[in-house]
């Protein structure tokens, strides 16, 4: 359990994505923000790695047009009619 | 012409108006990725999954990611829609082979750093680069990136989405998020954002 904070650079910069992902351990990420607090090398990565999430993450801002939200309701409206009538209790049952 | 109130009323299967309507954006958005940003298609998919998120309601598990059983539903839907279109998709090569790739490609992110060290880079980006760049990621790929980077589901999510381990996720939003970093350096350059460093 020694040392846990001296990771080489090559053992942190494989884990930068996992860490930006927040999908490592908690001792795995102290032993990540130690190394790049030290390391002039790998800290450009990190800032790299980010940004590259932020210009990507930037594209969740996109909305569904406003139009298909009111088909998806008539459509489900109408499978809730069937369902109502009794219609649809065989039909599609393979379907997922 | 509905009502939204007066549909969204009417829809009596418990829990789902509250929990996989409000999902409807990102499951657009997945669907827009899937069909390679082909709008019509992308709309008839989003139907199409929540009509059968609507009739198999009771299979999902409250509690658990509804986000996560719809972006399912539409993958499954999407794929059995391309089989149906007799466009099979090609089989995955050796995972073995992209994680080997992987733990070697810090050099490639490397060059595209050095080019631009204040990150002006990124910033010389707008949304139908980056779009266009990410629909031409290969599927496999574009598939993790896109449920990661945009929608931010973790790695486990992912896996259930795609039904794949989650090593497998992690070396296919490696190896993503390097084709697509090459992508946008080279169009950057291509664009005269950046000065080509070829060696």
């Known amino acids: ?96 | 012409v509905v009502d939204d109130e007066v549909a969204v009323e009417s829809l009596r299967k418990p829990g789902f108006v509250e929990e996989a309507l409000p999902w409807l954006d990102a499951v657009y958005r997945f669907a827009l990725r899937l069909t390679r940003g082909n709008e019509d298609r992308a709309e008839d998919l989003v139907q199409e999954t929540y009509l059968r998120a609507y009739r198999h309601w009771e299979t999902y598990t409250p509690g658990t990611s509804a986000r996560s059983w719809l972006f399912t539903i539409a993958r499954n839907a999407f794929l059995r829609g391309e089989e149906q279109r007799g466009r099979r998709r090609e089989t995955l090569e050796s995972e073995l082979e992209y994680q080997t790739e992987a733990l070697s490609s810090v050099a490639a992110l490397d060059e595209i750093r050095g080019a631009d060290p204040e990150r002006a880079f990124f910033d010389s980006f707008v949304d139908e680069e980056v779009i266009a760049a990410v629909e031409r990621l290969p599927d496999e790929f574009r598939e993790a990136v896109v449920l990661s980077d945009i929608e931010g589901l973790s790695y486990a999510e992912i896996a259930d989405v795609l039904n794949v381990p989650i090593g497998t996720v992690k070396s296919r939003l490696y190896r993503g998020r390097r084709l697509l970093g090459q992508a946008l350096h080279e169009y950057a350059v291509e664009m005269g954002y950046l000065r080509g460093v070829r060696s």
């Open chain 1, 1 to 96: 359990m020694s040392g846990e904070s001296m990771i080489s650079c090559r053992e942190a910069v494989e884990k930068l994505w996992p860490y930006i992902d927040g999908e490592v351990t908690a001792e795995e990420a102290s032993a990540i923000r130690a190394h790049l607090h030290a390391c002039g090398c790998c800290h450009p990565h990190f800032d790299f790695q980010k940004a590259f999430c932020n210009l990507v993450g930037q594209l969740a801002r996109s909305h569904a047009p406003p139009d298909l939200r009111k088909q998806i309701l008539a459509c489900l409206l109408a499978e809730e009619q069937r369902l109502a009538e009794g219609g649809a209790a065989g039909r599609e049952r393979s379907d997922e």
